[in-house]
Nanobody
Framework: QVQLQESGPGLVKPSQTLSLTCTVS??????????WSWIRQPPGKGLEWMGV???????YYSPSLKSRTSISRDTSKNQFSLQLSSVTPEDTAVYYC?????????????????WGKGTLVTVSS
């Protein structure tokens, strides 16, 4: 059973960088041909796909967030991370990490099969 757990600060100030880590257990983030994704849901709104890092370390981002988003990984810890720069209160959301089975897509539907429980990040001064 694959399990994902998000971690990171719950409060970030405007203009700062939001950093979250997803720890994966029950499966390796380097297993061919899986991918690992970040998704968010602002209060009262729908899910928004942010980006994905594939088994080989290649990354793909939402065009609307690409200039501010970076996804990286630490294979020794079986973790992948999200950094979102220059945040504003509009970036307040529950942030989820998820696994994407092959063949993964960078267009909807994205096909995640395992999700973390999500973590609320509030952007406020």
């Amino acid at each position: 059973q694959v399990q994902l757990q998000e971690s990171g600060p719950g409060l970030v100030k405007p203009s700062q960088t939001l950093s979250l880590t997803c720890t994966v257990s029950g499966g390796s983030i380097t297993t061919s041909y899986y991918a690992w994704s970040w998704i968010r849901q602002p209060p009262g709104k729908g899910l928004e796909w942010m980006g994905v890092i594939a088994y080989d370390g290649s990354t793909y981002y939402s065009p609307s967030l690409k200039s501010r988003t970076s996804i990286s990984r630490d294979t020794s810890k079986n973790q992948f991370s999200l950094q979102l720069s220059s945040v504003t209160p509009e970036d307040t959301a529950v942030y989820y990490c998820a696994r994407v089975p092959p063949p993964f897509s960078t267009t909807p539907p994205y096909g995640m099969d395992y999700w973390g429980k999500g973590t609320l990040v509030t952007v406020s001064s």
